[in-house]
């Protein structure tokens, strides 16, 4: 087999993977279909990636890695971050799927440390700490939190129970959620009046 083969064959795993663990995580996605959908067979799929763990893992690094670099950081400018990290997520539900699922499989402790681990994560930290000392967002937060708070509110129609998560809502709606996760993000971080 040629190697553009092994990288196509590879890629068609992950895309694959990525539909299957989006949709029933991975305790309910199933190898068979994982192959079938990938036109690869259960033997490539293991010799590539080990077991269905292994391949989890794959998928929710490449993800997580993808996230990363998706929308450039702002400290200076959070509630416009806020908003491209929303509009980023809403383009690609499945990366917000495989997230929550790596979440609920017990996976946390995996992103906590991609995400402590990685310098990129360091950088977004040290710029809303450099951002509070200069005045540009409310100081009492630890910066730590500060991500934290942004992640809840663009994934916040994913989380809520009984929400659509964006799906089958007209652009006017997601533009109406755009605009409260902007205003939400501008009334939090912004420094209190002295």
């Keep these: 087999m040629a190697p553009t083969d092994v990288t196509a064959t590879k890629q068609r795993i992950l895309d694959a993977a990525r539909d299957e663990f989006a949709v029933h995580g991975l305790a309910g996605a199933r190898i068979d279909r994982i192959a079938s959908n990938a036109s690869a ?28 670099d998706a929308v450039p950081f702002d400290a200076e400018d959070v509630p416009a971050y806020v908003v491209a990290l929303f509009d ?21 402790p995996r992103l906590r440390e991609l995400a402590t681990s990685d310098p990129r994560w360091r950088i977004r930290i040290d710029a809303i700490g450099t951002a509070q000392q200069a005045g540009q967002i409310e100081p009492h937060w630890d910066p730590e939190e500060v991500l934290t708070v942004i992640f809840g509110l663009v ?8 929400s659509d998560g964006h799906t089958d ?22 420094p209190a009046p002295s």
């Design 155 to 162: 994934s916040s129609w994913v989380t809520t129970p009984g």
């Design 88 to 108: 980023d997520l809403v383009a690609r539900p499945q990366t917000q799927r495989l997230l929550l699922w790596g979440q609920l499989e017990g996976r946390a």
């Design 41 to 68: 067979s259960k033997e490539r799929l293991y010799a590539y990636f080990g077991d269905k763990v292994a391949l989890f893992h794959a998928i929710l690094d490449a993800d997580f890695d993808r996230f990363l």
């Design 169 to 190: 809502v007209s652009p006017a709606v997601v533009d109406h959620r755009r605009s409260i996760v902007r205003e939400s993000a501008r009334r939090i971080f912004s």
